[in-house]
Protein backbone atom coordinates (compact mmCIF):
# COMPACT_ATOMS: atom_id res chain seq x y z
CA UNK A 1 0.00 0.00 0.00
CA UNK A 2 3.00 2.22 0.81
CA UNK A 3 4.82 1.61 -2.96
CA UNK A 4 1.63 2.70 -4.00
CA UNK A 5 1.55 5.79 -2.20
CA UNK A 6 4.60 6.86 -2.70
CA UNK A 7 4.60 6.13 -6.21
CA UNK A 8 1.26 8.56 -6.89
CA UNK A 9 1.97 11.03 -3.54
CA UNK A 10 3.34 14.01 -6.48
CA UNK A 11 0.51 13.78 -9.35
CA UNK A 12 -2.19 13.85 -5.86
CA UNK A 13 0.11 17.06 -4.36
CA UNK A 14 0.05 18.89 -8.18
CA UNK A 15 -3.79 17.92 -8.78
CA UNK A 16 -4.44 19.23 -5.08
CA UNK A 17 -2.66 22.22 -6.19
CA UNK A 18 -3.35 23.14 -9.29
CA UNK A 19 -7.18 22.69 -8.23
CA UNK A 20 -6.57 25.48 -5.98
CA UNK A 21 -4.91 27.57 -8.09
CA UNK A 22 -7.63 26.78 -10.49
CA UNK A 23 -10.72 27.99 -8.49
CA UNK A 24 -8.55 31.07 -7.19
CA UNK A 25 -8.22 31.96 -11.00
CA UNK A 26 -4.34 31.17 -10.88
CA UNK A 27 -3.92 28.92 -13.66
CA UNK A 28 -5.95 26.80 -15.76
CA UNK A 29 -6.45 23.13 -16.38
CA UNK A 30 -4.58 22.93 -19.12
CA UNK A 31 -1.71 24.13 -17.24
CA UNK A 32 -2.05 21.31 -14.54
CA UNK A 33 -2.37 18.38 -17.14
CA UNK A 34 0.93 19.96 -18.36
CA UNK A 35 2.22 19.89 -15.36
CA UNK A 36 0.77 16.05 -14.69
CA UNK A 37 2.70 14.87 -17.82
CA UNK A 38 5.59 16.75 -16.73
CA UNK A 39 6.17 14.84 -13.48
CA UNK A 40 4.69 11.32 -15.07
CA UNK A 41 8.00 12.36 -17.95
CA UNK A 42 10.53 13.37 -15.19
CA UNK A 43 9.49 10.91 -12.69
CA UNK A 44 9.65 7.94 -15.18
CA UNK A 45 13.38 7.70 -15.75
CA UNK A 46 14.26 8.10 -12.27
CA UNK A 47 12.39 4.78 -11.44
CA UNK A 48 13.90 2.78 -14.27
CA UNK A 49 17.51 4.04 -13.19
CA UNK A 50 16.55 2.63 -8.98
CA UNK A 51 14.68 -0.70 -11.34
CA UNK A 52 18.18 -1.01 -13.06
CA UNK A 53 20.29 -0.32 -9.98
CA UNK A 54 18.06 -3.07 -8.17
CA UNK A 55 18.37 -5.74 -11.14
CA UNK A 56 22.60 -4.74 -11.24
CA UNK A 57 22.73 -5.49 -7.38
CA UNK A 58 20.96 -8.93 -7.79
CA UNK A 59 24.09 -9.28 -10.98
CA UNK A 60 26.44 -8.87 -8.62
CA UNK A 61 25.54 -11.45 -5.95
CA UNK A 62 25.15 -13.87 -8.52
CA UNK A 63 28.54 -13.41 -9.92
CA UNK A 64 30.44 -13.30 -6.84
CA UNK A 65 28.49 -17.09 -6.10
CA UNK A 66 29.60 -18.17 -9.60
CA UNK A 67 32.84 -16.29 -9.05
CA UNK A 68 33.02 -18.20 -5.77
CA UNK A 69 32.15 -21.54 -7.15
CA UNK A 70 34.98 -20.91 -9.88
CA UNK A 71 37.17 -20.40 -7.63
CA UNK A 72 36.75 -23.32 -5.56
CA UNK A 73 39.80 -26.37 -6.02
CA UNK A 74 39.10 -29.25 -8.15
CA UNK A 75 39.53 -32.50 -6.18
CA UNK A 76 41.92 -34.24 -5.74
CA UNK A 77 42.35 -37.20 -8.27
CA UNK A 78 45.53 -38.53 -7.32
CA UNK A 79 45.80 -42.01 -5.69
CA UNK A 80 45.86 -46.03 -6.02
CA UNK A 81 43.70 -48.43 -7.39
CA UNK A 82 41.48 -50.03 -5.03
CA UNK A 83 42.48 -53.81 -4.48
CA UNK A 84 40.47 -56.07 -6.82
CA UNK A 85 39.66 -57.99 -4.04
CA UNK A 86 36.30 -59.99 -3.74
CA UNK A 87 36.17 -59.12 0.17
CA UNK A 88 35.26 -55.40 1.04
CA UNK A 89 35.32 -55.37 4.37
CA UNK A 90 34.88 -51.46 6.05
CA UNK A 91 36.70 -50.08 9.34
CA UNK A 92 36.15 -46.36 11.19
CA UNK A 93 38.52 -45.85 13.57
CA UNK A 94 38.38 -43.27 15.94
CA UNK A 95 36.70 -41.08 12.71
CA UNK A 96 35.85 -37.07 13.59
CA UNK A 97 34.13 -34.67 11.50
CA UNK A 98 33.03 -31.19 11.70
CA UNK A 99 31.43 -29.32 8.78
CA UNK A 100 32.28 -26.40 11.04
CA UNK A 101 35.66 -25.84 12.48
CA UNK A 102 34.55 -26.17 16.26
CA UNK A 103 31.21 -28.01 15.93
CA UNK A 104 31.92 -31.44 15.34
CA UNK A 105 29.20 -33.08 13.87
CA UNK A 106 30.99 -37.14 14.46
CA UNK A 107 33.15 -37.67 17.07
CA UNK A 108 35.12 -40.62 18.12
CA UNK A 109 33.62 -42.92 15.56
CA UNK A 110 34.38 -46.48 15.62
CA UNK A 111 32.62 -49.21 13.60
CA UNK A 112 33.48 -52.26 11.45
CA UNK A 113 31.33 -53.60 9.09
CA UNK A 114 32.26 -57.12 7.98
CA UNK A 115 32.74 -58.09 4.33
CA UNK A 116 29.45 -59.46 2.97
CA UNK A 117 26.92 -58.17 5.83
CA UNK A 118 24.46 -56.03 6.26
CA UNK A 119 24.94 -52.85 8.80
CA UNK A 120 22.35 -50.60 9.83
CA UNK A 121 22.55 -47.15 10.54
CA UNK A 122 19.34 -45.17 12.46
CA UNK A 123 18.72 -42.49 14.70
CA UNK A 124 16.97 -39.20 14.98
CA UNK A 125 17.46 -36.46 12.35
CA UNK A 126 20.86 -35.35 12.64
CA UNK A 127 22.58 -37.76 14.33
CA UNK A 128 25.24 -38.22 11.49
CA UNK A 129 23.87 -41.08 9.40
CA UNK A 130 24.06 -39.10 6.46
CA UNK A 131 27.43 -37.72 7.41
CA UNK A 132 29.10 -41.37 7.56
CA UNK A 133 27.87 -42.15 4.23
CA UNK A 134 29.44 -39.10 2.59
CA UNK A 135 32.86 -39.78 4.56
CA UNK A 136 33.14 -42.95 3.10
CA UNK A 137 32.36 -41.77 -0.49
CA UNK A 138 34.95 -39.14 0.31
CA UNK A 139 32.62 -36.16 -0.32
CA UNK A 140 34.45 -34.91 2.55
CA UNK A 141 37.23 -35.43 3.82
CA UNK A 142 37.94 -36.22 7.80
CA UNK A 143 39.37 -34.60 10.51
CA UNK A 144 41.52 -37.18 12.15
CA UNK A 145 41.13 -40.44 12.22
CA UNK A 146 40.88 -43.32 9.74
CA UNK A 147 38.26 -44.75 7.32
CA UNK A 148 39.92 -48.31 5.64
CA UNK A 149 38.23 -50.96 3.00
CA UNK A 150 40.46 -53.87 3.88
CA UNK A 151 43.93 -52.45 4.80
CA UNK A 152 43.70 -50.15 2.66
CA UNK A 153 43.42 -45.90 3.74
CA UNK A 154 40.68 -44.18 1.56
CA UNK A 155 42.74 -40.97 1.71
CA UNK A 156 45.22 -42.94 -0.07
CA UNK A 157 42.93 -44.69 -2.47
CA UNK A 158 42.00 -42.33 -5.60
CA UNK A 159 38.11 -40.90 -5.55
CA UNK A 160 37.54 -42.36 -8.84
CA UNK A 161 38.43 -46.00 -7.94
CA UNK A 162 36.65 -45.65 -4.98
CA UNK A 163 33.23 -44.44 -6.44
CA UNK A 164 33.84 -47.42 -9.21
CA UNK A 165 33.10 -49.61 -6.39
CA UNK A 166 30.62 -48.25 -4.40
CA UNK A 167 26.94 -47.80 -5.13
CA UNK A 168 24.63 -45.68 -3.53
CA UNK A 169 20.74 -45.30 -3.55
CA UNK A 170 19.48 -41.72 -1.88
CA UNK A 171 16.70 -40.78 -0.91
CA UNK A 172 16.70 -37.48 -3.12
CA UNK A 173 17.08 -39.04 -6.64
CA UNK A 174 19.38 -38.10 -8.96
CA UNK A 175 18.93 -38.86 -12.80
CA UNK A 176 20.25 -37.55 -15.76
CA UNK A 177 18.44 -36.31 -19.12
CA UNK A 178 18.63 -39.18 -21.35
CA UNK A 179 16.75 -42.51 -21.77
CA UNK A 180 16.18 -45.15 -19.46
CA UNK A 181 18.77 -46.99 -21.08
CA UNK A 182 21.59 -44.33 -20.34
CA UNK A 183 20.45 -43.65 -17.32
CA UNK A 184 20.53 -47.33 -16.01
CA UNK A 185 24.15 -47.79 -17.24
CA UNK A 186 25.67 -44.75 -15.96
CA UNK A 187 27.76 -46.95 -13.24
CA UNK A 188 28.35 -49.33 -15.65
CA UNK A 189 28.45 -48.62 -19.19
CA UNK A 190 29.76 -51.73 -20.35
CA UNK A 191 26.37 -53.92 -19.41
CA UNK A 192 24.82 -56.01 -21.26
CA UNK A 193 20.73 -56.11 -22.84
CA UNK A 194 20.78 -59.36 -19.52
CA UNK A 195 22.24 -57.57 -17.00
CA UNK A 196 20.11 -55.08 -17.69
CA UNK A 197 16.90 -57.03 -17.75
CA UNK A 198 17.92 -58.75 -14.35
CA UNK A 199 18.34 -55.35 -12.69
CA UNK A 200 14.93 -54.21 -14.11
CA UNK A 201 13.24 -57.19 -12.97
CA UNK A 202 14.91 -57.09 -9.46
CA UNK A 203 14.10 -53.94 -8.50
CA UNK A 204 10.75 -53.97 -9.94
CA UNK A 205 10.74 -51.39 -12.81
CA UNK A 206 9.33 -54.00 -15.53
CA UNK A 207 5.88 -53.55 -14.89
CA UNK A 208 6.82 -49.11 -14.96
CA UNK A 209 9.20 -49.75 -18.26
CA UNK A 210 6.11 -51.71 -20.02
CA UNK A 211 3.75 -47.99 -19.45
CA UNK A 212 6.45 -45.85 -20.76
CA UNK A 213 5.69 -44.98 -24.58
CA UNK A 214 9.24 -46.17 -25.56
CA UNK A 215 10.45 -48.08 -22.92
CA UNK A 216 13.97 -48.53 -22.50
CA UNK A 217 14.48 -45.59 -25.48
CA UNK A 218 12.17 -42.95 -23.74
CA UNK A 219 14.08 -39.86 -23.22
CA UNK A 220 13.35 -38.32 -19.15
CA UNK A 221 13.96 -35.08 -19.21
CA UNK A 222 15.96 -32.79 -16.37
CA UNK A 223 16.44 -34.38 -13.04
CA UNK A 224 13.56 -37.40 -14.46
CA UNK A 225 10.79 -34.58 -14.07
CA UNK A 226 8.45 -36.68 -16.34
CA UNK A 227 8.23 -40.14 -14.01
CA UNK A 228 6.70 -39.69 -10.54
CA UNK A 229 9.23 -39.44 -7.56
CA UNK A 230 8.10 -43.05 -7.10
CA UNK A 231 9.30 -44.11 -10.34
CA UNK A 232 12.53 -42.18 -10.48
CA UNK A 233 13.71 -43.86 -7.16
CA UNK A 234 12.74 -47.83 -8.66
CA UNK A 235 15.39 -46.59 -11.10
CA UNK A 236 18.07 -45.28 -9.14
CA UNK A 237 17.37 -48.77 -7.56
CA UNK A 238 17.95 -50.85 -11.03
CA UNK A 239 20.71 -48.22 -11.57
CA UNK A 240 22.85 -49.71 -8.12
CA UNK A 241 22.20 -53.33 -9.21
CA UNK A 242 23.71 -53.33 -13.22
CA UNK A 243 26.68 -51.21 -11.61
CA UNK A 244 27.16 -54.78 -9.54
CA UNK A 245 29.35 -52.80 -7.12
CA UNK A 246 31.49 -54.55 -3.72
CA UNK A 247 29.23 -51.79 -1.68
CA UNK A 248 26.11 -51.03 -1.63
CA UNK A 249 24.99 -47.99 0.04
CA UNK A 250 21.31 -47.25 0.59
CA UNK A 251 19.96 -44.43 2.36
CA UNK A 252 16.15 -44.63 2.50
CA UNK A 253 15.82 -45.89 -0.47
CA UNK A 254 12.08 -47.06 -0.20
CA UNK A 255 10.92 -43.67 1.14
CA UNK A 256 8.95 -42.87 -2.64
CA UNK A 257 7.07 -45.77 -3.07
CA UNK A 258 4.18 -47.39 -1.69
CA UNK A 259 4.36 -50.53 0.55
CA UNK A 260 3.53 -53.52 -1.47
CA UNK A 261 6.35 -52.10 -3.91
CA UNK A 262 8.71 -51.84 -1.10
CA UNK A 263 8.06 -55.47 0.04
CA UNK A 264 8.74 -56.50 -3.31
CA UNK A 265 12.25 -54.30 -3.61
CA UNK A 266 13.27 -55.55 0.16
CA UNK A 267 12.63 -59.27 -1.17
CA UNK A 268 15.09 -58.52 -4.57
CA UNK A 269 17.73 -56.14 -2.20
CA UNK A 270 17.99 -59.05 0.12
CA UNK A 271 19.80 -61.30 -3.15
CA UNK A 272 21.61 -58.36 -4.15
CA UNK A 273 22.56 -57.19 -0.73
CA UNK A 274 23.78 -61.52 -0.35
CA UNK A 275 27.54 -61.37 0.16
CA UNK A 276 27.77 -57.94 -0.57
CA UNK A 277 29.18 -55.61 1.94
CA UNK A 278 26.12 -53.33 2.39
CA UNK A 279 25.25 -49.89 4.73
CA UNK A 280 21.55 -49.43 5.24
CA UNK A 281 20.38 -45.91 6.52
CA UNK A 282 17.06 -45.89 7.41
CA UNK A 283 14.03 -44.39 9.30
CA UNK A 284 11.23 -46.90 8.92
CA UNK A 285 12.99 -49.29 10.97
CA UNK A 286 10.39 -52.39 9.92
CA UNK A 287 12.57 -52.20 6.48
CA UNK A 288 16.19 -52.99 8.58
CA UNK A 289 14.96 -56.09 10.91
CA UNK A 290 16.79 -58.14 9.18
CA UNK A 291 19.88 -56.79 9.47
CA UNK A 292 22.84 -58.66 10.80
CA UNK A 293 23.91 -55.13 13.12
CA UNK A 294 21.78 -52.62 13.29
CA UNK A 295 23.68 -49.23 14.93
CA UNK A 296 22.11 -46.58 17.02
CA UNK A 297 23.19 -43.23 16.51
CA UNK A 298 23.16 -40.27 18.57
CA UNK A 299 24.78 -36.72 17.83
CA UNK A 300 27.28 -38.23 15.75
CA UNK A 301 28.09 -41.45 18.36
CA UNK A 302 27.21 -45.29 18.60
CA UNK A 303 24.87 -45.32 21.59
CA UNK A 304 23.93 -49.07 21.09
CA UNK A 305 24.51 -51.71 18.50
CA UNK A 306 23.01 -54.95 18.11
CA UNK A 307 20.48 -57.18 15.84
CA UNK A 308 16.77 -56.29 16.33
CA UNK A 309 16.12 -58.47 18.93
CA UNK A 310 19.08 -58.02 21.09
CA UNK A 311 18.06 -54.22 20.87
CA UNK A 312 14.75 -54.03 21.73
CA UNK A 313 15.25 -56.21 25.12
CA UNK A 314 17.84 -53.72 25.78
CA UNK A 315 14.78 -50.79 25.84
CA UNK A 316 17.37 -48.26 24.90
CA UNK A 317 17.26 -45.74 22.60
CA UNK A 318 16.45 -48.32 19.55
CA UNK A 319 13.22 -49.23 21.63
CA UNK A 320 12.53 -45.77 22.44
CA UNK A 321 12.56 -45.35 18.26
CA UNK A 322 10.82 -48.43 17.58
CA UNK A 323 7.96 -47.78 20.27
CA UNK A 324 7.29 -44.40 18.56
CA UNK A 325 6.36 -45.56 15.14
CA UNK A 326 4.83 -48.69 16.23
CA UNK A 327 3.15 -47.74 19.89
CA UNK A 328 -0.09 -50.03 19.48
CA UNK A 329 1.11 -52.19 17.04
CA UNK A 330 2.38 -56.27 18.01
CA UNK A 331 5.94 -56.30 17.70
Not at 55 to 64: I, K
Not at 254 to 259: C, H, I, K, R
Request: aromatic share 8%.
Amino acid sequence: MWKYIKKYLHFAIIAAFGGYFSVKGLISVGVISAFIVYAKQFSRPINEIAQIYGQLQTAVAGAERVFMVLDEANEDKSGEELADEAAAAITFEQVSFSYVPGCPVIQNFSLTVPSGQKIALVGATGSGKTTIVNLLMRFYDIDSGEIRINRQNIQDISRDSLRENIAIVLQDTVLFRGTVRDNLKYGNVNATEQQLEDAVEMSCCKEMLKNLPHGYDTVLTGSGENVSQGQRQLLAIARAFVADPKILILDEATSNVDTRTEKAIQDAMQLVMRNRTSIVIAHRLSTIRDADRIVVMDHGEIVESGNHEELLAQKGKYYELYMTQYAGFAT
